[in-house]
């Protein structure tokens, strides 16, 4: 299973909380029965929304019934939907593959500029990356790390990505899917980090650090450590920690300065 985070997933769900405020009652007023007012033969959004809401109120079946008809009539919103239920086995059994179908069918599509489709494009270029980076077991798709970077390039350059630009940087420095380059991967990573992605300001720190910077890098490993989420947190402490162990004490006095001035800056 793989679950991209991003700031445009976060976009996308506040958005369409917004878009469908308006109906959530009648939605609620609803099942998925002939009665109900929606039905297979409903328009794509309106399965949509009631496929939303359903989903919302814990409703699975009827959210995979709706989802699935709006689906077939070409709807993306809901074919990403189906996608992350498969992917997280979320009311349905998990299949990576079957999730991995779907993302593939959105990401083929395409999007135009402005699109309102474009959230749900990134994120299938990025639940594509992570398939091809990682490969599905006992299944056709298999690690292909150049895929996975050219993958993570288009949504880093094109969409501008925090947790593309991210990726991408981290595979440059190792050197997967291509050649390593250091200098490329910086500059991914201060994007990431301007953007506010807390990994990425800890990689750069890291490297900032190991170049000399020991003040400079320590500071941004502090800084991103106290901003970072739980799946960060455990490799930017093990970081942190062993930079603070190699800086000297003058360093250390100036980074945890610097962080400071950084908190109170944000705040």
Sequence with gaps: MYKPESLSLKCLA???????????????????DPAAGVSKES????LFKFGFFSYKEGRKEDAI???????EKGHTGSRWALANMYADGDGVPENDLEAFKIYSEIAS???????????????????LAGYYSRGIPDSPVQIDLGQARQLYFQA??????PEAQFELARMMLS????????????????RAQKNGHAGAMGLLGNIIF????????????????ERCGPKDRPWLQEMQEQAFSLASEKDRRKAISMAEEAKAGVN
């Design 210 to 225: 190991q170049e000399g910077q020991s003040a400079r890098g320590l500071a941004m490993l502090t800084t991103a450590l």
């Design 14 to 32: 506040v958005g369409l909380c917004l878009s469908f405020g308006q109906g959530m009652l009648a939605a609620r007023a609803l099942a998925f």
């Design 156 to 161: 880093a350059s094109t969409f501008g990505v």
């Design 109 to 127: 599509q395409g999007v135009e500029p402005g699109s309102e489709d474009t959230g749900f494009f990134v994120n299938a270029l990025i639940s």
């Design 43 to 46: 328009r794509p959004f309106d």
């Design 175 to 190: 050197g997967e899917g291509g050649s390593a380059n250091i200098h490329q991967a910086k500059k991914w990573l201060n």
């Design 65 to 71: 019934e709706a989802y699935r008809y709006a689906a």
